[in-house]
């Protein structure tokens, strides 16, 4: 009999839905082919900031969570690329109360509203989202810059 091996855990984890990978490359490939996939047209991005901007600039839509994520890690706004840029506990609850405030304001208001024709929105659509985007401005605090993903 020989000795018993033990079990290696695989040192890659995808924090978005914490799946095992042995190799980096695997764990980028699988992240952009699950996560950072655009719904509309499949283009595969490297990161959620990415596809937010993506889905804004092409789509003309906003997109506030990461597709396929666990529900307590899905936030849009954290730059992570494979085991890179992995946020704290302390930075997980900030985006979550954001994530909260955003979407009560958009709920709230009819910023969101699908506008018949993009390029011109109306009057009342336009108020809604400068409004919408104020709320957006005062829940970011230091990550303001994350406010151009809102820009329409």
């Known amino acids: 009999m020989g000795r018993r091996k033990k079990p290696q855990t695989k040192p890659w984890v ?27 047209c499949q283009k595969k991005l490297y990161t959620g900031p990415g596809l937010a901007f993506h889905c804004l600039q092409v789509h003309k839509e906003i997109i506030y969570t990461v597709p396929n994520a666990l529900e307590k890690k899905n936030y849009i706004t954290f730059e992570i690329y494979g085991m890179n840029g992995i946020p704290s506990e302390e930075e997980v609850e900030v985006a979550a109360k954001q994530l909260k405030n955003v979407m009560a304001a958009v709920s709230s208001s009819g910023a969101m509203q699908p506008v018949s024709n993009p390029l011109f929105p109306s009057a009342a659509q336009i108020m ?25």
């Open 14 to 40: 995808c924090w978005y839905c914490t799946r095992d990978f042995d190799d980096e490359r695997v764990l980028i490939l699988h992240q952009r082919a699950r996560h950072f996939k655009c719904g509309n």
């Open 128 to 152: 809604a989202r400068i409004n919408l985007l104020l709320l957006v401005a005062q829940d970011l605090g230091e990550n303001f810059h994350l406010l151009a993903l809102y820009l329409c």
